[in-house]
């Protein structure tokens, strides 16, 4: 194969500096932090997005500055202490991670009873089909690296546990259907 000639100027839409890195759409919103970090890490700062060319609704929004990296997301999760996403799961794609700051103890399974510590470059790789959760345990803010891969990266892949729907629901019904109607699913049909 011939040698690709990528311009400086090209290039510098492939690069994803973290100070210049912008959160969710979705987390800009007037909705308390408490509920929030029910579903979210705290800051959730897409790097790499699906090429607008793929045609899937990717839950991670326009706001990475790399597009297209042969079907993979990459996101940093931002998790003051004793915070982070609770119980879900992905039904089509693996969600790889490795913590780069801090200290994080995931958990896995239908109720999360299983659960591991991570350390700084410390990797975990959740397949598709499995619950997962992760909790900042440092006592000073961490970050995750989030990678998705296989399957299809849209927003019907991620599917929530009836009892996070309840626990939105104990801060206010209005904020469960803010949740869904950005997207999110919850596996209760009373949800």
Same mark, same amino acid.
């Given at each position: ?84 996403? %609770? ?19 995931? %958990? ?22 499995? %619950? ?56 209760? %049909?009373?949800?």
């Amino acid at each position: 194969m011939k040698e690709r000639n990528v311009t400086p100027e090209q290039m510098e839409h492939r690069i994803g500096r973290f100070k210049n890195l912008d959160v969710l759409a979705s987390q800009k919103t007037r909705m308390p932090l408490e509920v929030q970090d029910i579903i979210y890490a705290r800051k959730l700062m897409p790097v790499v997005t699906l090429d607008d060319t793929a045609g899937a609704k990717t839950p991670f929004g326009n706001v990475a500055p790399i597009r297209g990296a042969g079907g993979m997301t990459m996101t940093y999760a931002v998790c003051p202490p004793n915070t982070g996403p %609770s119980l879900h799961r992905h039904l089509q794609t693996y969600e790889t991670f490795t913590v780069i700051r801090g200290r994080f103890e995931f %958990s896995w399974g239908e109720d999360g009873a299983n659960s591991v510590i991570l350390e700084p470059m410390d990797v975990i790789s959740v397949p598709p089909g499995v %619950s997962r959760a992760f909790r900042n345990v440092a006592d000073a803010e961490g970050v995750v690296q989030v990678i998705i891969t296989g399957g299809v990266h849209d927003m019907n892949d991620a599917e929530f546990p009836a009892a996070t729907a309840e626990k939105i629901k104990a801060h206010g019904e209005e904020y469960l259907e803010q949740f869904k109607n950005a997207g999110l699913n919850f596996t209760s %049909s009373e949800a």
